[in-house]
């Protein structure tokens, strides 16, 4: 098919013909034409279906207002949904698709919805498939779900990558139209920080579309000329295929500029870049979007704005019929037919519903004053119009004017609400602006393009002065004033065919009025019960059509009826553009400990525990479950020696003269009473009295401590503690660092756990039991000479050191210790035997500390010292948190010791049934106890340490499991701690 | 007027002409025995089991906007009964048996639909905690299955199963939780309770609440003063605002909960799927939009809009789940303003003055109460006693250490 | 949202923990007579105003300080931001 509506000029490039496939046939276009301008220029009509009553629909607009023609794009995992064909750039290759159809796209077998229209009208569906309750997910839904909806995803990851910048400005100016070239080059000649961002691919807005002259020129050379003198400038920056989508607090502005879209293949460059852009004023310079009338059958193929028709002529030198007519309540309508005119189209007749003299004279079309259109005729495309003075003219295109709309979007991104003009008939911006906004051109209401123009010079200088910056003297630009009158005219009242207002939903006046009727009179209500607005055009055209409309059914007028609000994003973004680089593996950072490429090299299994990645267990050749390995490194530590990695748990540097009184503050429990050279268990609360976290902490000298925390609180425990210094006790002589990241530290445990670390540490400080006894702790060196610190600590029970050294040396210092263990067969091991061991020892983690739990629901209630200030002791006192009943820790273990524990299964009395009035607790950790040989649990139960022997049911309904278990001392191994002392 | 598809067929034979308005537009009267502040989803659920279950039809509701304006009109739509503790869960599951039976009640298609809700899990803790949870739903007779990673990838075969940063282990599903047509809700109940002679007052602003000597006897007006036995506050988002006209301060803060929508698409996500390891949660409308969300922005506020970092944040847990989204665009974001209580848990209760009453603090799970706030409001409202599921949702539970925080991240309202 | 750090200057929000009313640093005395209600108060009571509000955020991400932001909770315009050790000092807070 060749291009029949081609006609001359336009701003194409005829030397470069680009092809192109609209459902599998093949057509071709040039460089400059967008898929919606190749489309027409090569005559289809149809392109796409309506939401709910799969009309055929053609292109209605030629920008991102577009309702109708909406395309699948590309192929494959590159397959985009809903893309507006009147801004997709044609390249070669293109393949688009049109969507919401079954069947071919002329003849869709779900247009059977048309003929049942007066059934579907606004809220049917609220109104029945209510019987038999049950077909509603079995039948109706999957019905409807299965007929709504575009575009479909390709069901593949997206491979496309997007990046993230942020910008910084003094003035960003939104639009590139007249009004923002003029604001650009006002503000770019004064010297201040300028970026222009345009959403197209050629910056001039309606200068483009237009055949008005600025400066005695045509209005796309003035705009040319202009672009070049700015991107000349050091200070300006212009970023094109740019839309600015969203302002937000602060004159924080989000922007998506589409970096690969108009090419074949973004050969793994990024394909948008989502930019955050803080500017210290933003002139809003976005232009007007054209509205359309209501009359009857208006939305057959063919069926146009007017100003999108004269730009297919002007910029993309396409008439977008063989047989255009005009329909307008504008001055503005009529340039359409002028312009086409002066190319040599046919315009069959201009219709204007101002009883005026014709405002222009168009040869060859009858001029009909006073009238409007009230029904047109053509299945899959328009043939003829019926006038309402009973004229028949026979058109493939009508051009429709309604006026035009401000662009007041961004304007009202915030609290700002929009006032209406009733001269211009629209609504510009007014109410608060977001801070630093100014509007400038026809998105302020200039809608001229002389008018523009100086709005927009002199918006700038404004803003210039407010910014303290000298404004430049620039040479004016002289532009022509066309007219704009216009005299509002909305809806064709003597048509009684269905007129649409919302073209993409199919929302017409009769559905305003089913809804007025139904008691839903309040815009949002409308909005709501009709979806007036909602399409994926969010009603740019639509919207103050349908609130017109609703003010003549309410007998208001237009302000007394509202608004509804503009939210971002102006036009959609890609999810994918707003998550940027964080997918996949990038999702969070990843943290490593120290001797992570020694466990690599070992092959350790790797588990997440928030960011960081810790060694799960370190498998042997020929183990092969997970357990063999983890029971083979639980009873070699308890045996001989193990080393863990245990750099993830949070450290905290404490120093000060108040650093004992600051820590008797934090913790529930007495620091200032602790020897030099001595480690205490600390219990901490919140305020509430709730348990926050558990660790220990050293005092390496009379005002220094080292704290450590649990590896999922250090964050917040660090931040708690920066709070109690800095807002609760200022006064108090205390500085706190975080230390985590800068040591390695490896628990050293099992009996001869001594008898290797003297071989790592130098042999000047003694580690025998009588130097170094249980909860010991010093400045040491290590392996010759490499300062370290060694902890008599025991999360395992056993006999057990920590030993820190700079992370540097952490990688090494885990080789060395196994190399130093060897005459043991000491192992590494990893997160799945600590956590047996913890179970084994009945030490508290994660699984009990769950921000519910209190020190008397661990056994530690008597750890909260009743004499001293410290934080949470206040609020631990309170009735609830102390009752007869309370939940308290303990053991259990299964009656019948070859049965699995379940985690997570709720304690009932033997007997009772698993129902909430019979809980009495939960299980909280399981492990199978290699050393005891059955599984073992903790958790806790209703006043547990009174109830020890009693047996009852764990029952785990979730699993169909039911366990008889004994409640038994959580403290499964050594209960009097011998081992650790040893 | 009673729906039905009849009635839908005759009127469209008829030209869509008999429609009768679905509540009528009363003036106020002098003296209600009962006034609803606030015609949301709670506030309307109230005025219907008020004027159903306990014959008590002389109640106004009185609307500062449009009925339904509130959070019932710019949420996410999940109805779920998946809690955990016993203060919880009960009233939760009470919830979901009266969305059960909903629409056949009030004659109004709310589009409530069982499609299930997935929470997804990321580690071994994370599956021990929602083994918990699953068999306290079980306990309270509610649903729950708790899946492996197969029976995740058969339920949502477009997870990231590859390469996901913090690997899909499992998850909990609840078969019967799903989403409703959140408008329809607010909508349907208005209508049922103005059936029931409930008079709902819209563009009604109350600006003073009269008490004396302790009791709350009326209300004033920018439609002037209407007395009443009783006030019931039910303004969630607004309750500090309300309640500090009756000199209270609230154990809540404001804060902003933001909600996005895409373009609408053919049928991709099954139900509601939750990330268990960042902050999103994710279902498909009957329309085809994408409707998902994440976390609150965190800091206090009355604005219904949010900020970049976390529109953002939103999409990175979308994405780091379901790659397969990227290329579906994000059509409107919007803000609601949220009741953040300090235990994440609502209240339902009295107040120290006689007659002022107090509903509000859903956090971000308003929606999913409606039916069970109306009715147990109702319920105090009409009997003066807690019902049976709501007994711990009271306003001295601060105070006596009793708090109902599922997240265990204590009085910090924008963690929970 | 920008907060103007008092002593690194303006820093987006996103590098900030919000905690939450400045009344927070207000800790109550527990050796007062009336220490549990006004601990109950203290902690959970919040006057949550629809205007402008004094609250906390931690520099997480930059200084570590603790800031007193003032800021519209209807416009989130802010208007000044300190040291909260400052006002804790100014206000009389100590050891």
Redesign the interface.
Known sequence: MSQINRISDGLIDRTRTITFAFNDQRYSGHAGDTLASALLANGVKVVGRS?KYHRPRGVFSAGNEEPNALVELRRGA?????TRATVAELFDGMHARSQNHRGPLGFDFMAINDYLS??L?AG????????P?AF??KLY?PV???S???????????P?T?D?GFLHTDILIVGAGPAGLAAALTAGESGARVIIADDDFRPGGRLNAETLSVNDMSGAQWSRQTLATLNAMDNVRLMTRTTVY?A??HG?Y?ALERKTDHLTSSDAAPRQV?W?IYAKRSIVCAGATERAIAFGNNDRPGIMLAGAVRAYANRWGVSAGKRVAVFTNNDDGWRTATDLVDKGVEVSGVIDTRNIPAPASVPGASIVMGASVVNTAGRSGLHTLTLSNGQTLKADCLAVSGGWSPNVHLSC???GRPVWNEAQACFVPGGELPLGMHIAGAANGSLSLSAAITSGSDVTAQVLTSLDIPVAKTPSIKAEDEPTNIKAFWHVKQSTKRCWIDLQNDVTT?DI??SH??????V??VK??T?LGM??D?GKTSNVLGLAIMAEHAGKTIPETGTTIF???YT?????A???R???????P?RLTPSHAWAEERGAEF???GNWLRAQWFALPGETHWRQTVDREVSQTRNSVGVCDVSTLGKIDIQGSDAAEFLDRVYANTFSTLAVGKVRYGLML?????VMDDGTTARLDEHHYVMTTTTANAVSVFRHMEFCRQCLWPGLDVQLISATEQWAQFAVAGPNARKLLSNIVDDEYPIDNESFPFMACGNVTVCGGTAGRLFRISFSGELAYEIAVPSRFGNSMMEALIEAGKDYQAIPYGTEALGVMRVEKGHAA??EL????TAANLGLGRMVSKKKDCIGNV?SE?????TDNDLQLVGFKPVNTGTAL?????FVRTGQS???A??EG?M??VAYSPSLGHSIGLGFIQNGQDRIGETLTA?????GNSTTVEIVSPHFIDPEGERLRG | MR???L???KQ??S???G?????R?PEPKPEYDVIIIGAGGHGLATAYYLAKEHGITNVAVLEK??L??GNI?RNTTIIRSNYIL?GN??FYELSMKLWEGL??DL?????????GILNLC??D?Q??????????M????AD???LDTDGVRKLCP?L?FE?????IKGGLWQKRGGTA?H??VA??YARGADQRGVDII?NCEVVGLQINNGVCTGVDTTRGKINAKKVAVCVAG?S??VM?MAGM??????HVLQAFV???????IPGVVTFG??HFYIS?S???GLVFGGDID??????Q?G???T??DV??G???IM????????????GGVMDMS?DGSPIIDKTDVAGLYFNGGWCYGGFKATPASGWCYAHLLATDKYQETATELRLD???????I?E????????LH | ?IINHPLLGPR???EFV????AALINRPDRSADNAA?AF??Y????????GE?R?LWYHEQGDRSWLVVT?N????EISKVELARDVAMASGRNR
């Open positions: 939401f590159y397959q985009e949904p809903n007066p059934f009208s049917f569906y609220y109104k029945t498939f209510m019987w309750k509603w997910e839904e409807i779900r299965a709504a909806g575009l575009g479909s995803l390709s069901g593949q990851p997206d496309d997007y993230k969203g937000f607090d924080i989000g989502l955050r991104h915030q609290r009769k009025g089913v009727q139904d008691g839903f009179h309040s949002e209500h709501r019960y979806t399409a994926t969010q939210r971002p994003p959609p973004v890609p999810i994918g707003l998550a940027g964080s997918r996949g593996k990038d999702f969070k990843t588990v997440e525990t919140r305020e509430d009295g709730i994660g699984n769950t921000g519910q739990t609020l309170r009735e609830g948190l102390n379940s985690a997570g299964a709720h698993a129902i909430t019979n809980d939960w909280t950790s029952a785990d309904p979730l699993r | 729906y039905s598809a009635k839908v067929i469209g034979l030209g869509n002409k429609w009768t308005p679905a509540w537009e906007g449009w339904g304006s009109g016993p869960e009960p629409e056949q004659n109004y298609n709310a589009m409530i639909s069982q499609r990321h580690s803790p599956r021990d905690a929602f083994a918990r949870r699953g068999n306290a079980l306990m309270a007779g729950a299955v708790l477009d990231d390469n996901a940063r913090f690997p047509r408008d329809a909508w349907g819209q607004s500090s605002r500090s301060r609230l154990p809540i803060e404001s895409s373009e609408g698409l053919k049928p991709t390891a960042g498909q009957d329309k085809g965190g800091y206090n506020t009355y604005a809009r900020n970049l970092p529109v953002e999409c990175e979308g994405m780091a790659p397969n989204i990227g290329r579906a665009r994000m059509l409107r974001m919007w300090m539970r601060f105070r006596r250490g009793r708090m925080d997240k265990g991240v204590g009085a910090q309202p924008n | 949202m987006d929000a996103a919000y905690l939450g009313d209600d109950y108060e902690m959970y009571l919040r006057d949550n105003p629809a509000l609250e800021r909770t209807l416009t989130h």
